[in-house]
């Protein structure tokens, strides 16, 4: 059960109207997932978070596929389902899952160890 109430669009405010129309014009869809539906709760919090996504996603160094292949990643992580978007096959959705549930296992593992990390690893950025 959500904890907080999804506002759907046509009960939404003309603000909160305003962000879903944008994240359908963006997104080239005609409904609104429940996540922002519960972020409405707090118009100032949907518009920030989704302005965020944009600039975060928006084109860069990264491809969009990069990016959204992180996104999934980092969402199995952490217990949330995500969709498959901008161009995933369900063959790339399979390689996704086999590399988060390796990297969950060997992170697992290193930490139960107290594995120090290897100096050459740690200035790498």
């Known amino acids: 059960m959500a904890m907080a109430r ?4 046509d009960e939404a405010s ?3 109207r305003a962000v879903y129309d944008d994240i359908m014009t963006t ?6 997932n429940n996540f922002w539906k519960a972020l409405a709760n707090h118009p100032p919090t949907l518009q920030r978070t989704w302005e965020s996504i944009k600039e975060v996603m928006a ?3 990264l491809d969009l596929l990069t990016k959204e292949l992180l996104y999934l990643a980092v969402s199995v992580s952490n217990g949330c389902t995500a969709a498959k978007r901008a161009g995933m096959t369900p ?24 594995v120090p ?5 740690e200035n790498l950025f």
């Open 59 to 61: 084109p860069g160094v």
């Open 14 to 16: 003309a603000e909160i």
């Open 91 to 114: 063959e790339m959705l399979g390689e996704v899952l086999a590399v988060v549930g390796m990297a969950n296992e060997t992170n697992s593992l290193a930490n139960g160890y107290r």
């Open 6 to 9: 999804l506002i759907e669009y």
């Open 117 to 121: 990390v290897d100096e050459g690893f």
């Open 27 to 32: 997104r080239g869809t005609n409904w609104i």
